[in-house]
């Protein structure tokens, strides 16, 4: 399993992620950034094993279809991406053949390279989970997941048909996945208790939080604002990102009908995007937007004037929505449609950045709404306090220092040696 490319005899590292760039949403960004800062910075020969571009549209990007392997280089990183099934409406039979074609492929034909110094793994791919801890056990070293999410919690309450046995079988594997590892990452304390659950031990977990992984906004708002064509006078509500069963973007369609002064933006992809369209059918206040571009994404975010994260009731969400830190960035209040308690709810309080709404209730996001728009400098004060927290706790440097702390424990437990960057 060797590479044809020569490479120096320095470190090798293999991180496996499904999602990757130019994904733009999700855990696709950390992942290549962590990729690219242990090429940089390490001086480390970095290799990702990942699927095709597909997130969050559930379409394989144009570039990529109807390959079967691809392995590009992107900043100093050689990308091995493997074929696999994209399901355009999810269920829990197409999410399992989404993960075992993830599986399988990886198996089959795992990248050729000489043997790394750890495999890291982003999770909450299965396939990936599963196929970064075979790879290390066959070569012989670290393996280090980091938890975005457990698929086992997210398919108990996704409201997916076959949900529960999805769940229970999901959590199975992620006991085995999670169990064989040499330190396990988490991005939220709420992950600790559900991942000692799994059968970690306390001694072997490490937060290692999300970081704010775009830049803030450039151009003055106004500017933005008459570009997209939104009224100086009009509140707008932008929901950025993934639209899926989790989220229950419906509350935004009857917040808009609810509230016929707001604007509301729905800005990204995902499987219910067009389910939503249908919904939102004859409200002339609802907006679909494609996803922004990089370069433009932190001036969208900051023309709006309220931020929205929202979740269906059934969930307690874990994890925390890479929106999130994008948010916070921008500068803007964020109204939050989500269950006290969850890792959202925890990061509002943390940061005094927003406004805690229960979910699915649309009466109550047009009411924070209106409560914003009435008093525009506490609602530049709220979002100056989000981007403060992103600044002094969500920077990119951060970040990836506790990832790089992260693996160097890991090599240290394995008795491997510890690179230091190029600069030490």
């Not at 959202?344 to 005094?352: K, L, V, W």
């Given at each position: 399993m060797r590479d044809d490319t020569p490479r120096s005899g320095g470190e090798r590292l293999l991180l496996v992620s499904t999602n990757y760039a130019p994904e733009q949403a999700g855990i696709g960004p950390y992942a290549t950034q962590i990729a690219e800062h242990f090429a940089a910075e390490r001086g480390a020969e970095v290799h990702v094993l990942a699927g095709m571009p597909h997130y969050p549209a559930w379409r394989v990007d144009?570039?990529?279809?109807?390959?079967?392997?691809?392995?590009?280089?992107?900043?100093?990183?050689?990308?091995?991406?493997?074929?696999?099934?994209?399901p355009a409406r999810q269920t829990a039979a197409r999410r399992a053949l989404y993960e075992a074609s993830i599986l399988a492929h990886g198996l089959l034909a795992p990248p050729r390279i000489s043997r790394p110094d750890a495999v890291l793994a982003q999770v909450p791919s299965l396939a990936g989970g599963v196929l970064a801890g075979r790879l290390a056990r066959r070569y012989g070293v670290p393996y280090v997941p980091v938890v975005q999410d457990l698929m086992g919690a997210a398919a108990e309450q996704s409201g997916?048909?076959?949900?529960?046995?999805?769940?229970?079988?999901?959590?199975a594997v992620e006991r085995r996945m999670l169990r064989g590892a040499t330190l396990v990452g988490i991005i939220h304390e709420t992950?600790?208790?559900?991942?000692?659950?799994?059968?970690?031990p306390e001694d072997r977990i490490r937060l290692v939080p999300n970081w704010s992984h775009v830049s803030g906004p450039s151009v003055p708002r106004e500017k933005t604002r008459a570009r997209l064509g939104w009224p100086p006078g009009q509140t707008v509500l932008l929901h950025s990102g993934n639209m899926g069963l989790k989220q229950?973007?419906?509350?935004?369609?009857?917040?808009?009908?609810?509230?016929?002064?707001?604007r509301v933006v729905l800005m990204g992809e995902g499987s219910q995007r067009a389910r939503l369209a249908e919904l939102a059918a004859g409200v002339p206040n609802i907006e679909f937007l494609p996803p922004a571009d990089t370069e433009d994404f932190p001036d969208v975010l900051a023309a709006a004037d309220a931020l929205v994260v929202t979740q269906r009731a059934a969930v307690l969400d874990m994890s925390v929505p890479s929106k999130l830190t994008s948010y916070f960035a921008a500068g803007r209040p964020v109204i939050a449609s989500v269950a006290a308690g969850g890792g959202?709810?925890?990061?509002?309080?943390?940061?005094?950045a927003g406004r805690l709404v229960p979910p699915e209730d649309p009466a109550a996001l047009a009411t924070a709404a209106r409560e914003l728009a009435a008093d525009p400098a506490a609602a530049d004060a709220i979002g100056a306090r989000g981007a403060g927290y992103a600044r002094d706790h969500l920077s990119?440097?951060?970040?990836?220092?506790?990832v790089?702390?992260?693996?160097?424990?890991?090599?240290?437990?394995?008795g491997r040696p510890?690179?230091?960057?190029?600069d030490a």
């Open positions: 144009p570039a990529y279809r109807g390959k079967w392997r691809v392995r590009d280089e992107r900043a100093g990183v050689l990308v091995h991406r493997r074929r696999h099934s994209v997916i048909s076959g949900g529960g046995r999805a769940a229970s079988a999901a959590s992950f600790r208790a559900r991942v000692r659950a799994l059968g970690v229950g973007l419906e509350v935004l369609v009857e917040t808009a009908r609810h509230a016929p002064e707001l959202t709810a925890q990061e509002i309080q943390r940061s005094d990119r440097e951060a970040g990836l220092a506790r790089t702390a992260l693996l160097d424990e890991a090599l240290a437990l394995a510890v690179r230091k960057g190029r």
